[in-house]
């Protein structure tokens, strides 16, 4: 049975993210991003995704944001293409309070300032990759959301639940895994005492994990779409 410290914990988090999730629905405009080279109806981004695609996305909410700070980008959320045989394209996603899927348009529609960016795979995937994706994604379907971003827990989020999908599914290998004391010691203007406030006060320096911001810069993909989608 969780500990009480525990369940403070957890009740804590819960309540954060589940105003992420009302935040995110509204039109949040984004803090201090880069300027945007252009825009797209999002009914036109539709026709252009394929699956195995890695949709990236800004959640307005503030703590999203210091994770975008913290990674030294505008992206916080990221999620991955998985059927476009629909009236909609099917983003499988780790969320709050658990992992499931979403069509692209509501995707991208949380996005603050409709700002979106997708990335494509170096080399073009088979039947049985596409297949093998949606099947390792089902596998993850209705995990709640790790808001400790550890990458060994039991749960999940965004930039984890798509580095597994492709390495399960594709066999292909995205963001860079790393420690809480090496991420926040590339960005010495990081929110030190918002992650320390976040972890009840001591941050888990030793805690590997993996970014939306790290799976951004994998070498090799290619930019399908990256500005607005209006």
């Known amino acids: 049975m969780p500990s009480p410290a525990a369940l403070l914990r957890h009740g804590a988090c819960a309540a954060l993210l589940a105003a992420a999730c009302a935040a995110a629905a509204q039109d949040v405009a984004p803090s201090a991003s880069p300027p945007v080279p252009r825009t797209m109806a999002a009914a036109e981004l539709a026709a252009r995704v ?3 695609d890695l949709v990236f996305t800004r959640i307005g909410f503030y703590p999203f944001r210091k994770v975008a700070d913290a990674t030294r980008t505008w992206t916080n959320h990221v999620g991955i293409v998985l059927d476009v045989s629909g009236p909609e394209p099917l983003v499988g996603e780790s969320r709050f309070p658990f992992s499931g899927t979403t069509t692209l348009a509501r995707f991208v529609a949380r996005s603050a300032g409709g700002r979106v960016a997708v ?11 596409r297949d093998a994706i949606a099947a390792a994604a089902a ?7 790790d808001t400790g971003f550890d990458l060994h827990s039991r749960r999940q989020f965004c930039s984890r639940y798509v580095r ?4 399960e599914g594709a066999g292909v290998e995205v963001g860079t895994v790393q420690d809480f004391q090496g991420l926040l010691a590339e960005a010495p203007d990081a929110d030190v005492g918002f992650w320390r406030a976040w972890y009840f006060g ?8 993996v970014t939306p911001a790290s799976v951004l810069r994998t070498p090799g993909l290619a930019t399908v779409f990256d500005g607005v989608a209006a």
């Open 164 to 167: 597994e999908v492709l390495a």
């Open 202 to 209: 001591s941050i888990p320096w030793r805690r590997e994990t």
């Open 119 to 129: 990335m494509r795979l170096p080399a073009a995937l088979d039947d049985a990759q």
């Open 139 to 145: 596998r993850r379907a209705h995990v709640f959301y």
């Open 50 to 52: 394929q699956v195995g």
